[in-house]
């Protein structure tokens, strides 16, 4: 069983930064690919960013050059740098990594820009 659990969320003007972090409860956690996804009010929960266990990384259009997604294999523990905000970057952010076919999700932080 895995579990994550996220921090960081909280309310910032437009133009300023926040740090996610997630730590994960894994033995050997070089062996999960990570992702960031957000989900806004009436809207799909969508993918912002992923980082493989070697930190190969990947971003939605939306944030590339803004947010920057990082781990810590020792500290178990991936982050998301969030630069240069903006309102419709509000939205609840969940931690993820699928393992063995299983999705798994943390219980999300809630991010408010603004303007």
């Known amino acids: 069983q895995v579990q994550l659990v996220e921090s960081g969320g909280g309310l910032v003007q437009a133009g300023g930064s926040l740090r996610l972090s997630c730590a994960a409860s894994?033995?050997?956690?070089?062996?999960?690919?990570m992702a960031w996804y957000r989900q806004a009010p009436g809207k799909q929960r969508e993918l912002v960013a992923t980082i493989t266990g070697g930190g190969t990384t990947n971003y939605a259009d939306s944030v590339k050059g803004r947010f920057t997604i990082s781990r810590d294999n020792a500290k178990k523990t991936v982050y998301l740098q969030m630069n240069s905000l903006k309102p419709e970057d509000t939205a609840v952010y969940y931690c993820n990594t699928d393992r063995l076919r299983m999705r798994y999700w943390g219980q999300g932080t809630q991010v408010t820009v603004s303007s």
């Open positions: 894994v033995t050997i956690f070089r062996n999960y690919a």
